[in-house]
């Protein structure tokens, strides 16, 4: 089982729809989550960090966690054509202090 | 505030030939990583440094990768020799403060080196 996963997509939204992703991870003791936006050939960029069960907004975006389903998740509001990326959920491991990735889900957002 | 620096961007070299990559953290950050990214994936840790100390290099491949960060700033990786296997992007991340003191520690990255191995 990989210690985190993510739909690969891709997943096409129209222009100003709300694009949901989503990511599990397999490690009940995970502390911190992370949600990294890369675009093509570029670096991950840190986009949104939540650690308490809920939601956790910052402008357009939200993310949310569910410990107890081991779940989070990132909703794009308003989605623009800018937001065509692939977005990167992170995991810290407890006792290890290490980032655990997702293969990343790519998201093109349509005009 | 300057963003963490790394060169070269781009590398093209032939298999068997060694290969170095820098990184200047964010200044203040404690904590300093390198991490590989194949196309498709996420990326995934090599080394991580926590000032000059290498404290978790379990992924290291160290047949032939080596790390140094020798006065707890910046940071240089290197191949010796590459295999067709190493073509990736090499990425170096920091952090403000030590892992050990903090599993909220958020971590920022650096362009990215694309190695391509003839």
């Known amino acids: 089982q990989k210690e985190v996963e993510q739909n690969s997509g891709p997943l096409s939204v129209p222009e100003g729809a709300i694009a949901s992703l989503n990511c599990t991870y397999s490690?009940?003791?995970?502390?911190?989550f992370f949600w990294y936006r890369q675009y093509s050939g570029k670096s991950p960029e840190l986009i949104m960090s939540?650690?308490?069960?809920g939601d956790k907004e910052d402008g357009r975006f939200t993310a949310q966690l569910n410990k107890a389903s081991q779940y989070v998740s990132l909703l794009i509001r308003d989605s623009q054509p800018s937001d065509s990326a692939t977005y990167l959920c992170a995991v810290n491991l407890p006792y290890d202090y290490k980032l655990s990735f997702g293969a990343g889900t790519t998201v093109t957002v349509r005009a | 505030e300057a963003g963490v620096v790394q060169s070269p961007r781009y590398k093209i070299i032939e298999k068997k030939q060694p290969v170095a990559f820098w990184c200047n953290p964010i200044?203040?950050?404690?904590?300093l990583y390198w991490y590989r990214q194949n196309l498709g994936q996420g990326p995934e840790l090599l080394i991580r440094?926590?000032?000059?100390?290498?404290?978790?290099d379990s992924q290291l491949p160290k047949d032939r990768f080596s790390a140094e960060r020798l006065k707890g700033v910046d940071s240089t990786l290197k191949i010796q020799p590459a295999e067709l296997g190493d073509s990736a992007v090499y990425l170096c991340?920091?952090?403000?403060?030590?892992?050990?003191?903090?599993?909220?520690?958020?971590?920022?990255f650096g362009p990215g080196t694309r190695l391509t191995v003839l």
């Open positions: 991340a920091s952090s403000p403060r030590l892992a050990a003191y903090s599993s909220y520690n958020e971590q920022f």
């Open positions: 200044s203040g950050h404690n904590t």
């Open positions: 939540i650690y308490s069960n």
């Open positions: 490690d009940r003791g995970s502390q911190s």
């Open positions: 440094y926590e000032n000059e100390e290498a404290v978790d």
